[in-house]
């Protein structure tokens, strides 16, 4: 396939193009600045493409059979809480563009703390024990939570529109580089418990799979580490 990677320069996304050359697909990455291009780029074509504008992502996506998405708001923790809204920004961008490539598939990164950990409440929604994930797990503010409602928004977003979405919202609190093993768990709404985080490198092994073999066109799923 045609695989278009939004954020290849992040954990995620430079290691879900990895995966995508890996499986044999033609690899197109995206960057806002093409001072971030790395300079090794043989097996893989690079442009620039703003995923905040409807209009780049429209030209950019010319082609491709699916788009995966692991976009990041902002540079570092405090700059990614600052930009948080640029997660529906760009959610909304995404839709519009889609409007253009009506059988293009996205598959867009989010974030878990939508999913639930019981019928009906998620976990960004459980009060003081959801910021003391974010302080004492993850070890960031407690107004990450502004980043946790935006990417909630983002899945709205994509609900309410009749493109080919598909969002992954992974259970681990942390996606760090790691060891690719291939194997997983998969949920839909509910949050997965896991003695370990998923690994960059498995998540982009399950994105590849849902890119290769669609089972959640226009819903949410997630993934846990095996």
């Known amino acids: ?25 033609e690899v197109t ?36 059979d699916v788009v995966i998405s692991a976009v990041n708001a902002g540079h570092g923790i405090d700059d990614t809480i600052v930009n948080a809204q640029n997660f529906v920004i760009g959610a909304r961008a995404m839709v519009r563009a889609l409007e253009r490539h009506p059988e293009t598939r996205v598959i867009s990164v989010g974030g ?19 910021t003391t994930i974010l302080t004492d797990v993850l070890g960031v503010p407690a107004e990450y ?7 909630r928004e983002a ?28 194997r997983y768990r998969v949920g839909d709404d509910q949050i997965l418990p896991a003695d370990t985080d998923i690994s960059a ?10 890119a290769e073999h669609p089972r959640y066109l226009q819903r949410r799923f997630t993934v846990a580490a095996a």
Do not use: C
Not at 1 to 24: K, L, Q, S
Not at 112 to 130: I, K, M
């Open 29 to 64: 990455a995206f960057a806002r600045d093409a001072a971030r291009f790395p300079a090794a780029t043989a097996d893989t074509t690079w442009q620039v493409a703003n995923w905040l504008d409807a209009d780049s992502i429209a030209d950019a996506i010319d082609g491709l």
């Open 155 to 182: 899945l709205h977003v994509y609900r309410l529109s009749n493109r080919k979405w598909t969002y992954l919202s992974p259970s681990s609190g942390r996606i760090d580089p790691g060891t690719r093993t291939g």
């Open 201 to 210: 490198e498995d998540l982009a092994v399950a994105l590849l799979d849902e």
């Open 1 to 25: 396939m045609r695989i278009g990677v939004f954020g290849a320069t992040g954990t995620i996304g430079a290691r879900v193009a990895i995966e995508a050359r890996r499986r044999g697909h």
């Open 112 to 130: 878990g703390g939508s999913l639930e950990v019981a019928p009906g409440l998620q976990l960004v929604d459980t009060g003081t024990e959801f």
């Open 145 to 151: 939570r502004t980043v946790i409602l935006a990417l």
